[in-house]
């Protein structure tokens, strides 16, 4: 690997409500759209942790009454709200426009998630890699299973040091905390 290629920055975009279509109907399985949105930023925060790359999802408030819009910074994740008006896509197509030079003096790696045709077509005609939802859902999926298998834990539940260490030594732990 070249020291530029070590160098560039590694940026992915995602439509969130797009790859929330890609996944099913959150409603039918007896869960809310804001638990949908909650679990798949919990997902693209891990992923980014692990992957060495920013991620920024983006959900549009196309319908919404929202002014103004909102954004949440999670680590390597940034997750954004649109504002009334304001789609996913043109969202998209701005920030693709904001790092187009960082991407043509190939400083920045840009890829965008969507299985929007004329938006992939417009992203890539803007230096980006396109990439539809059903192929983030793979490298997701992927990066789950390397996790699992070399041991990594991530996620919030049952990621803490104490559910690694054998049963006596916790015990043992237990019982200096409380001074026995």
């Given at each position: 690997?070249?020291?530029r290629?070590?160098?560039?920055s590694?940026?992915l975009?995602?439509?969130?409500?797009?790859?929330?279509?890609?996944?099913?109907?959150?409603?039918?399985?007896?869960g809310s759209?804001?638990?949908?949105r909650?679990?798949?930023?919990?997902r693209?925060?891990?992923?980014a942790?692990?992957?060495?790359?920013?991620?920024?999802?983006?959900?549009?408030?196309?319908?919404?009454?929202?002014k103004?819009?909102?954004?949440?910074?999670?680590g390597?994740?940034?997750?954004?709200?649109?504002?009334?008006?304001?789609?996913?896509?043109?969202?998209?197509?701005r920030?693709?426009?904001?790092?187009?030079?960082?991407?043509?003096?190939?400083?920045?790696?840009?890829?965008v998630?969507t299985?929007?045709?004329?938006?992939?077509?417009?992203?890539?005609?803007r230096?980006?890699v396109r990439?539809?939802a059903?192929?983030?859902?793979?490298?997701?999926?992927?990066a789950?299973?390397?996790?699992?298998?070399h041991?990594?834990?991530?996620?919030?539940?049952?990621?803490?040091?104490?559910?690694?260490?054998?049963?006596?030594?916790?015990r043992?732990?237990?019982e200096?905390?409380?001074?026995?």
């Amino acid at each position: 690997m070249k020291a530029r290629e070590r160098n560039r920055s590694r940026v992915l975009v995602v439509d969130g409500y797009n790859v929330l279509n890609a996944l099913g109907p959150p409603l039918e399985l007896g869960g809310s759209l804001a638990d949908a949105r909650d679990a798949l930023a919990d997902r693209l925060e891990d992923y980014a942790g692990f992957s060495g790359q920013r991620v920024v999802l983006v959900f549009d408030a196309w319908l919404s009454d929202r002014k103004q819009r909102s954004q949440e910074d999670r680590g390597a994740l940034t997750v954004v709200f649109t504002r009334k008006g304001e789609t996913a896509d043109h969202y998209i197509e701005r920030f693709c426009d904001d790092c187009a030079q960082a991407v043509n003096d190939g400083r920045m790696e840009l890829r965008v998630a969507t299985s929007d045709n004329v938006e992939q077509t417009v992203v890539f005609g803007r230096g980006a890699v396109r990439i539809s939802a059903r192929e983030l859902l793979f490298e997701l999926e992927g990066a789950r299973r390397i996790r699992q298998e070399h041991g990594a834990v991530g996620g919030r539940a049952g990621g803490t040091l104490a559910d690694r260490l054998p049963e006596d030594v916790r015990r043992r732990l237990e019982e200096m905390r409380r001074g026995q």
